[in-house]
């Protein structure tokens, strides 16, 4: 998704990710800036509540590993552009 910068240098957040990462106003987003890419990361109110029910399951370390290596597979797709 693209998004313009605005004559203020306000970005507007496409209604998909809002939705997706719950992000509302007054929400803070995070700006990171590392080897020439900026990372934006919403930032929950509550922490722990993003955590709730990850360990539940029958197999959670192998939902985690799995997850890892999907991670890992776009990181390397993402280095390879």
Do not use: C, H
Not at 62 to 73: F, V
Request: proline share 6%; glycine share 4%.
């Amino acid at each position: 998704m693209r998004t313009k910068v605005s004559s203020k240098a306000q970005v507007s957040i496409p209604a998909a990710i809002r939705k997706e990462f719950n992000i509302k106003p007054n929400s803070q987003l995070e700006w990171i800036v590392e080897n020439g890419l900026i990372t934006v990361i919403p930032i929950v109110e509550d922490p722990v509540a993003v955590f709730r029910g990850r360990g539940k399951g029958s197999y959670p370390t192998a939902r985690l590993i799995t997850e890892r290596k999907e991670e890992l597979r776009e990181e390397d797709e993402r280095d390879k552009k």
